[in-house]
């Protein structure tokens, strides 16, 4: 296999130290000029993976439509030239993607992109020689990879979703995404070795099911992927609809061997549930992986939570990974001893201020340690007038549309953290009339953004719910 897979993995944190900070000025405007046109990714092996969030990206953000394919079948197969082409490669020497290369540039698309690692491979000196094509070359600094490709991987999907971040705005996203990934990268942190041990009963068994839903397939392309060209173990893959029709059989037929590995976003957290429901637990060990976040401004704050007896939330997170930094620095500090942690909303109901202080004061033991802040210091930018929830007896006309007009497939066991089962007044209950310029919050009222089927349960006919202002679901 050439280097081994465990070199790879311990170069992964300057990989991405390194992309996250980068510049790629070329690639944001690649992605800018071409946001109005679709999009084609083009990419073999490990860089398919890179082609595949290349189009969940560009379909997320832009809403043109986004395809991927391999090198064969660029080459092969006629299709609009109207299009934004982008081709990937770790080490641009492979002869499917050069000669996928050279058919696409007599064929002269509307724009064409090559994002490749190495400057004297074929596939660059091919580019050197036709003006017209975008080429972004960015050396790792790891210099080249292994087998698997697994740090140009990580390298140019960090790279492109840095551009679509940075085009569109989304600052935000970006930063939660480098917040959530951190721990990641550390093979000793509290977050891997959890992982390790809830999926082990996983990896006993001869196949892994993996569902997914539409925005999280490249998750699915990447893990086939290495199951397979590294030999670690036999790998199906499907989304939640898709599993109804015809691939349940296989865990009728070989439960015995098989298990679930579930990957949810926000999008599809609620039929993932229902599918996952009907699955067994015994004896197909199943495994939920999935990551819900909301930056709802009224909401039940997400800073700090408890649930099942246990705090979570961004201030655990947060305390986590500066023990896990002080243990990678061999006990060396990461702050100074008198430090203090300022915490600033932008935005916040009156009844969230009140409930983030409380959770706050309440929750300091579990935050101590070595590393804490010496104080927290909790402020707020924009309250919200403590009268603007729909609670008043004048409201009571608009919250009976709320019960009218409703669809229980909103709720989830997710849903139910927040403290209440029907979601027509939003999430937590909350009754906001709440819109924002960037997104609407789930804490609103769910006449505002819910987008739901109907038909008939029990019985019963179920609204079909249409969104006055769409809800952009912001994590995939």
Known sequence: MGKPYLDEL???????????TTKNAGISGFIRATSHLPALGIGSGGSLSAAFALKTLHWHYTRQLALTATPLAAHDYPFATD??????????QNVDIVSAAKALVEREPTRLAVLC???????????SEHPH?????HPLPTRKDGFLATNSLLAHTVLIARAYVTEFRDEDTWRELKATCQPYLCSDSNEVITWENDTHGLWQRDTTLLLHGATSQVVAVDLESKFTEAAIGQ?????????????????????EQSSVLAIVTDQDEALADKTLALIPD?????YLS?????????RRSCAITREKKRWSGRLMRFRDSLNNAEQALDRGRVVEDSWELCIHHYLASSAATRSINERQTEAQPALSSDTWAKQVHVTFGTLLPETLPLFHPTDSPFIELTNKYY????RTRHTDVGGVKHLGPGYGGCALPLVLDHNTPNNSVALLWAETEGGQSDGHHIATMRPLFRRRQRHA
């Open 407 to 410: 669809n229980p497939v909103l």
């Open 290 to 298: 999935h990551r819900m976040t909301s930056r709802a401004p009224g």
């Open 282 to 286: 015994s004896p197909i060990p199943t």
């Open 133 to 137: 094509i975008d080429f972004f070359l």
């Open 235 to 255: 790998l199906q893959s499907s989304d939640y609809r898709n599993f109804a029709h015809g691939r349940h059989n296989w865990l009728a037929q070989r439960g």
């Open 10 to 20: 311990l170069k992964v944190p300057e990989t991405f130290t390194w992309a996250a």
């Open 117 to 127: 690692s190495q400057p004297s491979s074929r596939l660059a000196r091919l580019c």
């Open 83 to 92: 299009a934004a082409i982008w081709l990937f490669s770790a080490g641009g």
